[in-house]
């Protein structure tokens, strides 16, 4: 059989790796991590820095095919191995968009989605300027690296400015606030032929700039073809194979507004393991094996909630309720605002 590589090792490269094996490949996982949640699942683990090219090396030479599981990964490793002749899929053109929020804003305009207004943040008279031509009220982040909330200053007015630069002290980008209804995300996977498909869209819940639960169906009024169309116009941009998501803020008045792109499977999709007939880790791994993609039709509805920095003790209390699909990432140490795993609950399609 041939073997899948899998770059970066949290709890999507183990659900990943677990997708691969179900379709009878092997599985190797590469990151500098000695025994993370994706190794648990793989056949073997090379633990070595994404820029140490010898590991990366003797890696290409064991797979046929790879990919990754975060968008922090260098774009030159993905080159790497394809300069030695390992098609990896998504390939790096998407990480140079993905990796910093200013480019990312800009390309979403660029292929037709609104999105808040911004400004690229290099100093605190920067953050100043932006303030008074944006308006007040609005978030700070850094450019690059954040995620779960994490790097990122909510802006008030009359708020010192100064202090709430220097408090993330890094290129950062201002983004107006966005008043939105709900906050939506599209999970679309394209092949190597070039076919598209979509899930459906869940409605998610952030609390402290976390995910904690999608709920399909959303049972919002939206109108999702134009943004459906742009994301085919931006997968076929970029000859995109693999699982992409988008996420969304929807208001009533102003419809779908672009926050970000994540070129992965994403948290927002994880009902599709215990709703949909191809979940979204089989149809990422499909399109990464260059098979034809999956029906991403979905069967029932469905309720995901994140367990976030909960230990042991409190998922035996889970287990008490058999209708619980319960999935947990192996990982040994649970901290504060960390996903340890989540739970799924179906219900008849309504
Ligand atoms: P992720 O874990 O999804 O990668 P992240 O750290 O990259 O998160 P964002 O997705 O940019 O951060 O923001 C996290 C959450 O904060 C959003 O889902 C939304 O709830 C809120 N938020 C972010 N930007 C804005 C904005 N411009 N207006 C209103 N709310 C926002
Ligand atoms: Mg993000
Ligand atoms: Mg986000």
Redesign the pocket.
């Known amino acids: 059989g041939s073997t899948i590589g899998i770059l970066g090792t949290g709890q999507l490269g183990r659900m990943l790796a677990a997708a691969a094996a179900k379709l009878g490949f092997r599985v190797e996982t590469y990151g500098p991590e000695i025994s993370p949640p994706a190794a648990q699942l793989a056949n073997e683990h090379h633990a070595a820095d994404y820029t140490d090219i010898e590991s990366l090396r003797a890696f290409a030479h064991r797979i046929d095919a790879a990919t990754f599981e975060f968008e922090n990964i260098p774009p030159e490793t993905v080159r790497t191995l394809i300069e030695e002749g390992v098609p990896v899929r998504p390939d790096e053109r998407i990480l140079a968009v993905c990796q910093d929020?200013v480019p990312e804003k800009k390309f979403l305009r660029e292929h037709g989605f609104a999105t808040?207004p911004?400004a690229d943040i290099q100093t605190a008279e920067d953050l100043e300027k932006a303030v008074a031509e944006i308006g007040p009220e609005?978030?700070l982040?850094t450019r690059r690296f954040?995620?779960?909330?994490?790097?990122?200053v909510r802006i008030r007015p009359g708020m010192d400015l100064g202090a709430a630069f220097a408090e993330l002290n890094a290129p950062s980008i201002y983004?107006?606030?966005?008043?939105?209804d709900a906050?939506v995300s599209l999970i679309a996977a394209r092949s190597v032929s070039g076919d598209i498909r979509f899930f459906d869209m869940p409605h998610?819940d952030?609390s402290g700039?976390?995910?904690r639960i999608s709920t399909v169906p959303a049972n919002l009024p939206i109108e999702a073809e134009e943004a459906k169309s742009s994301v085919c116009h931006l997968l076929e941009a970029l000859d995109y194979v693999g699982v992409m998501t988008v996420?969304f803020?929807w208001s009533k008045s102003r419809g779908l507004i672009a926050?970000?792109i994540?070129p992965r499977v994403h948290?927002s999709g994880h009902w599709t393991h215990e709703a949909c007939a191809v979940s979204q880790f089989e149809q990422h791994i499909r399109a990464v094996a260059g098979w034809p993609l999956g029906d991403p039709v979905r069967h029932s509805d469905a309720v995901m909630a994140n367990l976030i920095g909960m230990d042991a003790e409190e998922w035996a209390m889970l287990a008490e309720d058999p209708a619980l699909a319960i999935t947990l990432y192996g990982k040994s140490e649970a901290r504060a605002g960390r996903k340890m795993g989540h739970t799924v609950k179906i219900f008849p399609k309504s």
């Open positions: 929020r808040a911004f609005g978030i982040k954040g995620y779960d909330g994490k790097g990122q983004e107006g606030l966005v008043e939105f906050e998610n952030h700039g976390i995910l996420e803020f926050n970000e994540a948290n």
